[in-house]
């Protein structure tokens, strides 16, 4: 009997130690610990590291190389979210919390999770430029929105998506397709060189695209069919390229109303191919600055732009001549050349002598005009700017400013305001290179020649009739005579 008690003394203690470690094991798994031994609820909130002021979260520059746990992120709707200059180089997937606008320039960028900004809510930008994304990690499956079986929910109210500063070098033909309401793509600074066809595809996609950044890309032309697809486009940047002529494929897009072909090696634009400028009768704004090539804007250049508001050329340092008719159409015979309705021009800092009172339809139409920086030549040539423009709506258009134009030709102007010679007729110079500043002088120098030369000549030619030069009419023997009484007179003497 004692035995049996013993043995069920022993099967007892050991039955309870069993269960006291399962009970501790228990609760060792319900406090999982992460990778630094501290455990997620006592993880440093998301707040505590970065600035948190009403609906903005600012990470910017704080070395960080995660963008926080779940459990660390505020419970609230967010604005904007930056995570600008950090050491990010993985973007995992983000928690399921409503951010407005991310953030996430200027990192280390290599990688992103698939669905990385599923279960962001409401985001309607993304900025990744600035980074070091390639055209092999950049995949579609890295935008895919919120999929099952009974729903699909692409990143739909994604608007903005700036990819601008990386090393793409071509894009996945579907990259954008999870993306069917983008408005702006920024894909600029990138080592294109050249739109291929996936990536002509890609953007080709974005039906609702209404901005194009290709800007700074190394494209030298475009495909002819690229702007086929957009019916909302609006604003295309080209500048920074390497297009020698305007691309054609522009007359593709029909509503685009602003246009910038900034730094490109333009020399020549003209009304024939290839210097065309393609007709867009929407184009509301044309920039054409800092053109180290371009010399010569020619007859109805701009001759399809029938209703562009702003044009800007700067900054061309060849730039010498605009034609009068640069922006007219003079195609309609019956109702003579036709004007777009500019009330911008810029045309500061070239290299312009004179400008073409034909240029503009009616210049009191126009609301700002800058000539500065040019090389103004005062002659008749440039009357009507000097005599008529200036004086008249001189301070409407440019303010102060009219004040500092000065003539760079002909010399005796140069340096003065053109302004100061409004009251005078100006002369025309010389097409064949004189100097008609110094008539004077000439005139002068002449004058005293011929009054020195009279006597001069009187008194030569009594000593010529005297024989003092031995010729004229006298004969041999009237010099032979000349000596005889030379003779006799010394004789006698």
């Not at 993304?126 to 009974?150: C, I, R, W, Y």
């Not at 702006?184 to 060189?193: A, I, K, M, P, Q």
């Not at 009279?454 to 004229?472: A, E, S």
Request: glycine share 4%; charged share 20%; hydrophobic share 40%.
């Amino acid at each position: 009997m004692d035995y049996r008690c013993f043995i069920a003394v022993v099967l007892a203690s050991a039955i309870a130690e069993i269960v006291a470690s399962n009970t501790s094991e228990t609760a060792t798994a319900g406090t999982t610990e992460p990778e630094n031994g501290t455990s997620e609820t006592e993880l440093p909130s998301l707040c505590s590291v970065c600035n948190c002021e009403d609906d903005n979260v600012d990470c910017a520059n704080k070395t960080l190389t995660d963008h926080f746990k779940d459990v660390q992120w505020p419970n609230k709707a967010i604005k904007v979210a930056s995570f600008n200059g950090n050491l990010l180089v993985h973007v995992k997937q983000f928690p399921q919390i409503e951010i407005r606008k991310l953030i996430l320039q200027r990192n280390k960028i290599t990688k992103i999770d698939h669905r990385a900004f599923k279960q962001i809510i409401n985001l309607t930008e993304l900025d990744l430029s600035h980074n070091q994304l390639t055209s092999e990690n950049l995949q579609p499956q890295v935008f895919e929105g919120k999929f099952s079986m009974a729903d699909y929910e692409p990143l739909g109210k994604l608007l903005i998506l700036n990819l601008a500063h990386n090393v793409l070098h071509s894009l996945h033909q579907d990259l954008f397709e999870h993306m069917t309401s983008l408005k702006v793509l920024n894909l600029s600074w990138n080592l294109f060189t050249k739109i291929d066809s996936r990536t002509s595809l890609a953007i080709s996609s974005l039906l609702n695209l209404e901005e194009l950044d290709l800007s700074y890309c190394g494209l030298k032309t475009l495909p002819d069919s690229q702007f086929q697809s957009f019916r909302y486009l609006k604003k295309l940047e080209l500048s920074g390229n390497r297009l020698t002529s305007p691309p054609s494929a522009l007359e593709e897009a029909t509503v685009l109303e602003a246009l910038y072909l900034d730094e490109n090696p333009i020399q020549i634009i003209g009304p024939d191919h290839p210097h065309r400028f393609p007709a867009m009768t929407k184009l509301k704004l044309l920039s054409l600055c800092c053109m180290p090539y371009l010399t010569t804007v020619g007859p109805q250049a701009f001759s399809g732009l029938a209703s562009l508001e702003n044009l800007t050329i700067n900054n061309c340092p060849k730039l010498e001549t605009i034609d009068d008719y640069a922006l007219a159409n003079l195609k309609n015979d019956t109702e003579g050349p036709v004007w777009p309705p500019l009330k911008k021009l810029d045309l500061s800092d070239n290299a312009l002598r004179y400008l073409p009172q034909l240029f503009v339809a009616r210049w009191d139409w126009l609301e700002e005009l800058d000539l500065m920086n040019n090389k103004w030549s005062c002659d008749c040539n440039n009357q009507y700017l000097i005599n008529r423009l200036l004086p008249k709506y001189g301070s409407k258009l440019m303010g102060k400013q009219m004040n500092l134009l000065t003539c760079a030709l002909p010399p005796e102007h140069a340096g003065k305001n053109l302004i100061s010679l409004s009251n005078r007729k100006l002369r025309c110079l010389d097409l064949n290179g004189a100097r008609p500043e110094k008539d004077a002088t000439i005139l002068i120098g002449v004058l005293i020649g011929i009054m020195l030369a009279i006597p001069v000549c009187l008194t030569i030619f009594i000593f010529w009739r005297r024989g003092f030069f031995f010729c004229g009419s006298q004969n041999p023997a009237s010099f032979s005579r000349a000596f005889y009484k030379r003779t006799m007179n010394d004789e006698e003497y």
